[in-house]
């Protein structure tokens, strides 16, 4: 089975800070992606990336960028956190393109606090 | 960009009674799926359903892409199936972009 882990599950930060979010899988997959779910919004694509040191914005990309050095790694970055970006952050990877079924699996996802 | 509207936004059932929530998408897609949110946070895909009809034990699923919306049944609900069922969608040329309704609160109560 694809495994997708987050390196943490819960996180305070402060105002102001860079913050690192990490995503692993372990499937060889090309593409990885960030999200973040909010109450009555749900889940809402950040950025998104097909290949090594490709990268890709989604639908809300401000305040965020992110950086893929391996396949297999792919990091959400906050430069300067603040309190409207406490959220539920989920990292997905799945298979490019083709075939019947794209297959996307999540993580256990990372509820960051920003305080 | 793509709407995608789930209904209802919440619904508590009874065990052991059925249900279906729907999902309406505003272009055409080459993609659906179906997720379960389960309450610890965990997204699990339910069904790859593009178009057509398909069944897994006691949940099947519905796509008429040509009207675009999209149907989940579940039948002999349990309160394991409580969570957020979300439909998620990529654009018609849209790559592997998955585009997610707001989803559906389902709470089952004994």
């Known amino acids: 089975d694809v495994k997708v882990t987050q390196s943490s599950r819960y996180l305070v930060k402060r105002t102001g800070e860079k913050v690192f979010l990490e995503c692993v899988q372990d499937?060889?997959?090309?593409?990885m992606f960030w999200y973040r779910q909010d109450p009555g919004l749900g889940l809402r694509l950040i950025y998104f990336?097909?290949?090594?040191?490709?990268?890709e914005k989604g639908d809300i990309p401000e305040g965020y960028s992110v950086s893929r050095e391996k396949k297999e790694r792919f990091s959400l970055i906050l430069e300067s956190a603040s309190t409207n970006q406490t959220s539920m952050y989920l990292c997905?990877?799945?298979?490019?393109?083709?075939?019947?079924?794209?297959?996307?699996?999540f993580g256990s996802g990372t509820r960051l606090t920003v305080v | 960009g793509i709407q995608v509207e789930q209904s209802p936004p919440d619904l508590i059932l009874q065990e052991g009674a059925n249900s279906t929530l729907r999902c309406n998408f505003s272009?055409?897609?080459?993609?659906l799926q179906w997720f379960h949110q389960n309450p610890w946070g965990q997204l699990i895909n339910l069904f790859y359903?593009?178009?057509g009809t398909k069944q897994n034990g006691r949940l099947s699923a519905t796509t008429v892409a040509t009207e675009r919306y999209s149907l989940l049944y579940i039948s002999s609900s349990q309160t394991t199936d409580s969570g957020v069922y979300f439909c998620?969608?990529?654009?018609?040329?849209?790559?592997?972009?998955?585009?997610f309704g707001t989803g559906t609160q389902l709470k089952v109560e004994l």
């Open positions: 359903i593009p178009s």
């Open positions: 272009d055409s897609v080459n993609n």
């Open positions: 998620a969608v990529v654009l018609t040329g849209g790559g592997n972009k998955l585009t």
């Open positions: 997905a990877s799945s298979l490019y393109g083709g075939g019947s079924n794209y297959g996307y699996t």
């Open positions: 499937m060889d997959h090309e593409n």
């Open positions: 990336s097909y290949d090594v040191k490709m990268k």
